[in-house]
């Protein structure tokens, strides 16, 4: 039996909109690191945005976990719901002078501010006015500001990505850790809950870089533990800046709903900004035993969408029938009975198999058997071009005399008999395959001819032929 390790990590999205990329590929490096390490990953819900926060993102996010398949390891932690807790260790940072009330108003600061420089295009922050005040001041709001640590001129944490990091201290005021309304900021109760959790191990994107001084000094001044701290490079569009909707979709499950598998973007996410040599495609277990944090890179990545279709058809390919049938159903909530009711169980599987090869979603299998069971609307006029002759129409129309004939409709009298006719007729069987094709798909690409004649059957395939 492996033995555990002390690592725990945490994922903690805000449920303020729908879980997007970025914050998926997060909790992708936090699992993948607690799994490899024998660790604990656990999630906490950081919902203290009272305005913003709504329980329909916490289940879009718990749904996109699911189908990702990323577990947890303990009961969430729902940050709403430790208010009391956030509260009193500010009445301690309070008592301990650690923290202090300050009724400045915005204009107040500014106002002095300018009169030190002479002009108002500086930013000099705050200026400690009310550390030094020794009185309240009766009915007028406040908000909670941490002082800065005296005699202390620098932060330096070591980053297990991008190494010593050192910020000076001449960079900070004393900021604010609680709002005019009682409701404390985000840098003061990710600090508190994190030691709650005794997380060890912080991981998440750069963007959170300059946060950290700041909560190094909350952990000190509460007496806590500093965990160790990993800042991952953010995903970038083609341009080279921060991904947006432009660029790809953005929330998870749009990725489901285009037909994506999940392993695919879970095995795309990790190596967007992870490498283990030159390969491509690991299985869950590979990536549990190879995933540490040396081999996360320092640059961000390009998302290329391109690269994800291709690895999602790598995907595909590798799937049996009965896997992707089952997928289609799940995941894009397929009616077979009611949206291909002419096609058996047995010709939906040969489908599979014969469609999986040649698309590389889920969605584009779907609209192909769609387009197969149904007919084309149109032809491809390109394919119409290349593929009919002046001698076509005389050559389909003696295929279908054959057809007529034909009491075995299974692939092998088919094939045997079609090249007869090819045979006959002084032409090469791309001519006259390529022609049926177009008359049952609308198009010159699609699966073996014998395959879709014997699954459309008799009726269908010469109704189809007579129309083209």
Same mark, same amino acid.
């Given at each position: ?267 795309? %996410?990790?190596?967007? =900004?992870?490498?283990?040599? $030159? #390969? !491509? ?7 549990? +035993?190879?995933? @540490? ?77 769609? %387009?197969?069971?149904? =007919?084309?609307?149109?032809? $491809? #006029? !390109? ?7 002046? +001698?076509?129409? @005389? ?74």
């Amino acid at each position: 039996m492996e033995k555990k390790s002390n690592v725990r990590v945490r994922f903690a999205p805000s449920p303020t909109g729908k879980l997007h990329i970025g914050n998926l590929r997060a909790a992708i490096f936090n699992w993948l690191y607690a799994r490899h390490h024998n660790g604990k990953f656990l999630l906490r819900i950081e919902d203290t945005d009272r305005e913003r926060s709504k329980q329909e993102y916490t289940d879009y996010m718990l749904e996109s976990l699911k189908w990702m398949g990323i577990d947890y390891d303990e009961k969430p932690v729902i940050q709403s719901s430790r208010v009391d807790i956030h509260q009193e260790i500010i009445e301690k940072l309070l008592q301990e002078g650690k923290a202090y009330k300050c009724y400045c108003t915005q204009e107040e600061i500014e106002t002095r501010n300018k009169e030190k420089v002479g002009h108002d295009d500086l930013y000099l922050g705050y200026d400690g006015y009310c550390k030094v005040l020794d009185k309240e001041l009766e009915g007028r709001s406040y908000v909670i500001r941490f002082a800065l640590p005296e005699g202390k001129e620098s932060i330096t944490f070591n980053d297990l990505i991008r190494g010593p990091i050192t910020f000076e201290l001449n960079q900070f005021d004393d900021f604010i850790i609680v709002r005019s309304d009682g409701s404390p900021m985000y840098n003061l109760v990710v600090v508190i809950d994190d030691e709650f959790m005794k997380i060890t191990h912080v991981i998440r994107g750069e963007d959170h870089i300059s946060n950290t001084p700041k909560q190094i000094m909350l952990y000190q001044a509460c007496g806590f533990k500093v965990p160790q701290f990993a800042h991952v490079p953010l995903i970038l569009g083609p341009s080279g800046d921060k991904l947006s909707k432009r660029d790809a979709a953005v929330s998870v499950l749009e990725y489901r709903d285009q037909g994506y598998l999940a392993e695919a973007l879970f095995n795309y %996410l990790v190596r967007l =900004g992870w490498s283990h040599g $030159d #390969q !491509e495609l690991f299985t869950v277990r590979e990536l549990i +035993q190879y995933f @540490d944090l040396n081999n996360v890179g320092k640059k961000g990545a390009i998302f290329d969408i391109d690269k994800l279709l291709w690895l999602n058809g790598v995907y595909m390919r590798e799937k049996g029938a009965e896997d992707l049938k089952k997928l289609l159903i799940e995941d894009l909530k397929f009616d077979f009975a009611s949206i291909l009711p002419k096609f058996s169980d047995e010709h939906i599987l040969k489908l599979l198999d014969l469609y999986k090869g040649r698309t590389r979603t889920l969605r584009e299998l779907i609209d192909n058997l769609i %387009l197969l069971h149904n =007919g084309p609307d149109g032809y $491809d #006029q !390109e394919a119409v071009k290349k593929w009919v002759d002046g +001698q076509t129409k @005389d050559h389909v129309q003696k295929l279908i005399e054959l057809l007529e004939k034909t009491d075995d409709f299974t692939h092998d009298a088919l094939a045997q008999n079609i090249k007869n006719l090819c045979k006959n007729l002084g032409i090469k069987l791309v001519a006259l395959a390529q022609p049926i094709r177009i008359s049952l798909v609308g198009s010159s690409a699609s699966p073996g001819v014998f395959e879709l004649l014997e699954i459309l059957g008799k009726e269908e395939s010469i109704k189809r032929l007579r129309k083209f």
